[in-house]
């Protein structure tokens, strides 16, 4: 029913920028919402943003705000989440998830995930 994909994590130094890539394919693929979370190993997960389908709205975590960018690409089914000045707190595992509706920078029950991709934050 739906695939997710992520790509773009690596090794980076601190104040580089970043784009992770989440491919989205599937059957359900134009009717849902994705949304990045990232997870600290140890932490909990937490979202970073959501991007709506029904009108493209965005958000994000009030301190992602400012360096973080969550855009869609609907002809390459494609939603990338864009860092700038990455910083040694940047370092997760960063999955994208979807499901119908974004709930502020997190999804309303998140169903489907991809299965992550590490950043790590040099300083």
């Known amino acids: 029913q739906l695939q997710l994909v992520e790509s773009g994590g690596g090794l980076v130094q601190a104040g580089e920028s970043l784009t992770l890539s989440c491919e989205v394919s599937?059957?359900?693929?134009?009717?849902?919402?994705i949304a990045w979370y990232r997870q600290v190993p140890g932490k909990e997960r937490e979202g970073v943003s959501c991007?709506?389908?029904?009108?493209?709205?965005?958000y994000y975590q009030d301190p992602m705000k400012a360096r973080f960018t969550i855009s869609r690409d609907r002809a390459k089914s494609r939603v990338t989440l864009r860092i700038v000045e990455v910083q040694p707190e940047d370092s997760a595992d960063y999955y994208c998830?979807?499901?119908?509706?974004?709930?502020?920078?997190?999804?309303?029950?998140?169903?489907?995930w991809g299965q992550g991709t590490q950043v790590t934050v040099s300083s």
């Open positions: 998830a979807a499901a119908k509706y974004c709930s502020g920078y997190e999804l309303l029950a998140a169903r489907y």
């Open positions: 991007i709506s389908n029904s009108d493209g709205s965005t």
């Open positions: 599937g059957s359900l693929s134009e009717y849902v919402s």
